[in-house]
């Protein structure tokens, strides 16, 4: 290789070098902390009671069959007190730790009953120690009610058994998803982007998208014998807790598109390119 040749190589090398130190440089690591949780219900369609409170909040829809309407079926979530932190650089991730516990307290209902509901989810976020403040992060939920008698002749339920078996005890169970696909999931400090996404219910040791709530009632039972020796009976409340963590995920995640000081950075990387070409053309010349 003669003498221009390797001056061009040089350059070269020199020049992409510049441009691929301007395009990888990666995002800035960072300890995030994820304290202070809250979470508000809100839209809830087509109908529902918000209670909003620190730190369980609630949103109850229907008539209530048992005790003259006074038990509704109701979603609560109580907001975890502990914080998380997370040293996160370029497209690491954090988690799953604990937002909070969510229940759903499934009791018979009439009426028009829930569908959707949004949770707002707000923490106080500090990034090696630098508070960004209160950052508002926002959440689905679906909600399928069933009929408790089922369908059918054998009274089928719709996710698995029949009304009366033994995971329909009081009746047929409902469903509850949460989507964790956000409305609204990030927060920027400096030049980097982070989400805050959920990982789901946390049921059973494993993370899932949803899961099955069994349907409680009152029940009149025996309860022992009067003076006559004749059976007596009480109204027993059978209630299922229906309680699952709400998981999620911290992520720092970098954008793949140049800044302008990345583009200036190209371009001197690419002029000198230009400039040591030229440059060795001129004393190639001269020597001949």
């Known amino acids: 290789m003669n003498f221009r040749m390797k001056m061009r190589a040089a350059a070269l090398a020199a020049g992409v ?23 508000v219900w ?25 005790d003259g309407g006074y038990r509704k ?9 502990s914080p998380f932190s997370a040293d996160l650089g370029d497209g690491d991730e954090g988690g799953p730790f604990k937002l909070g516990t969510f229940q759903h307290n499934n009791w018979p209902v009439t009426g028009t009953t829930l569908q959707n509901v949004k949770l707002t989810v707000s923490a106080l976020v500090t ?23 089922g369908s059918g002749w054998f009274g089928a339920c719709q996710f698995g058994g029949t009304s009366g078996d033994s995971n329909n005890k009081y009746g047929c169970s ?11 999931n990030s927060f920027v400090f400096g030049k980097d982007t982070y989400t805050l996404d959920i990982a789901g219910f946390l049921v059973g040791g494993n993370l ?30 059978h209630a299922f807790d229906n309680k699952a963590d ?24 690419f002029g000198a390119v230009g400039t040591m070409v030229r440059s060795s053309r001129r004393r190639a010349t001269f020597a001949a």
């Open 174 to 184: 409902d469903k509850v998803l949460v989507n964790t696909i956000s409305y609204n």
């Open 208 to 237: 899932a998208s949803s899961f099955i709530t069994k349907e409680s009632a009152v029940v009149s039972e025996k309860c022992g014998k009067d003076k006559k020796g004749k059976w007596k009976y009480c109204d027993v409340t």
């Open 246 to 269: 709400i998981m999620a995920t911290v992520s720092m995640v970098s954008s793949a598109v140049p800044e302008p000081a990345t583009w200036a950075m190209m371009i001197v990387g």
């Open 17 to 39: 070098g510049l441009a691929a130190t301007a395009i990888g440089a990666p995002a800035n690591a960072g300890v995030v902390t994820i304290s202070n949780i809250q979470g």
């Open 127 to 149: 990034i090696d120690g630098v508070d960004i403040g209160l950052q508002d992060f926002v959440y689905g939920f679906t909600h399928v009610e069933t009929p408790n008698e």
């Open 42 to 66: 809100s839209v809830a369609s087509p109908t529902g009671s918000i209670n909003n409170g620190s730190p369980t909040s609630t949103v109850s829809w229907g008539h209530g069959v048992e």
């Open 73 to 81: 079926s109701s979603y609560s979530f109580t907001a975890a007190g």
